[in-house]
């Protein structure tokens, strides 16, 4: 049985298991209540993401059962973790934690050493990084904080930088 950390925003919910039933993979996520409304939790890979399907509320969790074969999984690529994610909401859609290749591609990313709880998004031929902020803490990129936005993705406050599909640092 594998074990995965299941993220909703970042942060780990729960945990997503993937257990082997002859060709198919039985999946069994489970995690704290996230608020109001429904949630949809998908499996992470290398490559991409496979929609798991929407958790439903037993005993105080999210719990979710799926059992997919290995090929509508194989797309994704080895997998990494488990995302939970509002129904319809298009934040909770479109940020993600950045993929392995987004720390090599980034010049200015590599110096950041896959800080804890970034988010990632491609969004109009643009891409986009978020960096958890704590007005106590010490501002992420210092030398970036004219191209930034502090913007609240979930319940939490992120320094945005936008970059075009070079890597080089744009005015959003």
Do not use: N
Request: with cysteine; glycine share 10%.
């Amino acid at each position: 049985m594998e074990r995965l950390k299941l993220y909703r925003s970042g942060q780990v919910v729960g945990e997503l298991t993937a257990e082997p039933e002859g060709l198919y993979l039985r999946f069994h996520a489970r995690c704290d209540l996230c608020g109001e409304g429904m949630f949809r939790a998908f499996a992470v890979g290398q490559r991409g993401e496979v929609p798991l399907g929407v958790l439903e509320p037993v005993s105080g969790q999210l719990q979710l059962s799926r059992c997919l074969s290995r090929g509508q999984l194989a797309p994704a690529g080895q997998l990494l973790r488990g995302e939970v994610r509002r129904c319809g909401g298009e934040e909770e859609r479109a940020w993600q934690l950045p993929p392995e290749e987004v720390w090599e591609r980034m010049p200015l990313c590599r110096r950041l050493d896959r800080r804890q709880g970034a988010l990632w998004q491609e969004k109009e031929q643009r891409l986009c990084l978020a960096l958890p902020y704590e007005p106590s803490q010490a501002f992420p990129l210092p030398e970036l904080f004219c191209l930034a936005r502090v913007k609240r993705i979930g319940d939490q406050y992120y320094v945005v930088y936008t970059f075009d599909r070079q890597g080089r640092p744009v005015i959003s």
